[in-house]
């Protein structure tokens, strides 16, 4: 069996006997979006007062579906906002519509200037996972907090810029989108953001057009796949999952699937929305104030798609062509589509799919956390370690992707935090207690195993071992390598076990009866099959994002 069978096969037993069926159509959710990302032209920055009377004028006309709109910028938008607001107040009216609940800030790096000088990590001389790593930290400190000039980008490193800028001029953003290098791999982003104070959703399979996915073949046919093991049952999108403690929101979550463009029109966005499977919930994101609502898409001799992509070209001359800007009368008609769409949203497909609304990050994160980091009862904890025993055994040692126990999913992560607590519990402590999730992220390498004949090691090896971990104790202060990680290996009585070892090893630890005084050491895989299902721009060794992986509720009540 190869490994992506193996997966496949995987995930389909992970989930046996946790599917939740769906009574009836399940609700389509809308996440308004919109991205100010251009200074540079004057249309750029003029779609922004427009945006905010429409959802000012959605606000009573939608009351009863809670619209909301995540208004997206980049570092040289913000910082050109704070500076103009004592002329033109723009700063002002957003920072009041946020408090009204009708917008929520985001950022969007993906054309943070510019395409072309993007720090990218340095990995000449970079041998080991963990310089690999320090590596990629390094690049995204420069890239997230330093100053880029608009056209050259050129860094500034005495100035913020990127996200740093972003929040200091708006405060905490609550989704943040092309910060990393990969769509499927967000550590060393989610840990850098959290060196200054930043814990934002983050995208999760965005479009295969769009930055990092357009540098990777196999990518179109691998997410959707993916995405469709995260959604097991009707409390769960498959455009919403966890990965890296962290809640990713995707674009590309279905064969297909996008981010719906409002000027396209409402029969456009009926179509798409009649091909949705409607036995899970989705999480459809329609964008409003596309740049083609102003300019003409594949513009200039080299086909231009943005005008930011021309700008960047063209620094010397960097504004849009006149040639290249819709007529008056089709900016009108592309904005009167616009209007058309939040209409048909609020006045037919709202009542006609009950259930259906706009939604925020905001409001997906506070469900898909309640029920992630609800506390987990030893019995859950045991159906748990069984489950994934049993489907590690299944495929011939094979990591699961996750665990379904129950009602809840675990993922290796999860796990690892959670047997390592309860059995470095003091046995004198109460073993009904219930136990806290701890949030690591993956192993910084995944250490591969060489087959294992006839080894075992003592019980109370495997606890002592899980008493030295310390892994539910939070950091004193941020390292560079950070601290709150399922560690490569670990040394159990002189024997150093994979982190794949060392978790069935507690799970063989926490199951056994009381007379048992040692466990055997399995052969198992470093990580589940879905490190083999997406191609990756690293060795597999650094994967360790797939340990984090699991579906989220999105829908709790199903």
């Known amino acids: 069996m190869n490994r992506r069978c193996a997966w496949v096969l995987g995930c389909v037993m992970a989930v046996w006997g946790g599917v939740v069926a769906a009574e009836g159509p399940s609700p389509v959710y809308v996440l308004l ?57 723009g700063l002002d009216r957003v920072r009041d519509l946020v408090r009204q609940g009708l917008l929520e800030i985001g950022y969007d790096g993906s054309d943070e200037p510019t395409l072309l000088t993007r720090p990218q990590p340095n990995l000449r001389g970079a041998t080991t996972a963990e310089q690999r790593w320090l590596a990629r ?18 860094p500034d490193p005495a100035r913020a810029g990127g996200l740093r800028k972003v929040i200091d001029v708006f405060g905490p953003v609550s989704f943040a989108r092309g910060v990393t290098f990969e769509p499927w791999s967000s550590a060393e982003a989610v840990h850098v953001m959290a060196a200054f104070g930043a814990h934002p959703a983050l995208a999760g399979f965005v479009e295969p057009s769009a930055y990092p996915a357009r540098n990777f073949s196999g990518y179109r046919g691998g997410s959707p796949m993916l995405s469709a093991s995260l959604a097991p049952d009707a409390r769960s999108a498959p455009e919403v999952f966890w990965l890296d403690t962290t809640l990713h929101v995707s674009d590309y979550g279905v064969l297909g699937g996008r981010v719906f463009n409002a000027h396209e029109g409402s029969e456009a966005l009926e179509k798409l929305l009649a091909g949705l499977d409607r036995s899970k919930p989705h999480v459809v994101q329609v964008r409003l104030g596309h740049p083609a609502v102003f300019v003409k898409p594949g513009f200039g001799t080299r086909n231009y798609q943005s005008p930011l992509e021309y700008a960047y070209d063209n620094p010397k001359a960097p504004n849009v062509p006149p040639q290249a800007l819709l007529p008056s009368e089709d900016r009108a008609a592309a904005e009167a589509r616009e209007q058309a769409v939040l209409d048909w949203l609020v006045d037919r497909f709202f009542p006609d799919n009950p259930g259906s609304r706009f939604v925020s990050i905001g409001a997906l994160a506070r469900e898909a956390d309640a029920a992630a980091s609800a506390p987990v009862l030893p019995h859950e904890l045991r159906e748990a370690a069984a489950v994934l025993r049993e489907r590690t055994a299944a495929v011939g040692g094979q990591l699961p992707a996750f665990v379904a126990a129950g009602r809840r999913y675990f993922s290796l992560a999860d796990l690892f935090g959670l ?12 073993p009904r207690a219930a136990l806290t999730v701890v949030p ?18 003592a019980r109370e090896a495997v606890v002592r071992a899980c008493g030295g971990l310390r892994l539910a104790s939070p950091p004193a202060e941020w390292t560079a390598v950070p601290r709150q990680a399922v560690p490569s290996r670990v040394a159990v009585d002189g024997v150093t076990l994979t982190a794949g070892q060392f978790l069935l090893a507690m799970a063989d630890v926490y199951l056994a009866e ?22 990756l721009s690293r060795p597999r060794s650094d994967g360790g994002s797939v340990w984090t992986m699991k579906p989220a509720v999105v829908r709790p009540g199903s």
């Not at 919109?34 to 000012?56: F, H, S, V, W, Y």
């Not at 047997?419 to 109460?430: F, K, N, S, V």
């Open 33 to 89: 979006q919109a991205t100010i990302d251009d200074e540079i032209n004057p249309e750029g920055m003029a779609r922004l007062p427009r945006l905010l009377a429409m959802m000012q004028a959605l606000a009573p006309h939608g009351a009863a579906f809670h619209p909301t709109c995540l208004l997206q910028f980049n570092g040289v938008t913000a910082n050109t906002l704070a500076s103009e607001n004592g002329a033109t107040g």
């Open 419 to 430: 047997l390592a607590t309860a059995l470095a519990t003091p046995a004198d402590g109460d």
């Open 137 to 154: 930290v390094q690049a995204l400190q420069w890239f997230l907090a330093e100053y880029k000039d608009p056209l050259t980008g050129e």
């Open 514 to 535: 009381p007379t048992q005084v040692a466990v055997d050491v399995r052969s198992t895989s470093a990580s589940s099959g879905a490190l083999f299902v997406l191609p």
């Open 440 to 457: 690591l992220l993956g192993p910084i390498e995944l250490a591969e195993v060489q087959p294992v004949k006839d080894l075992r090691v």
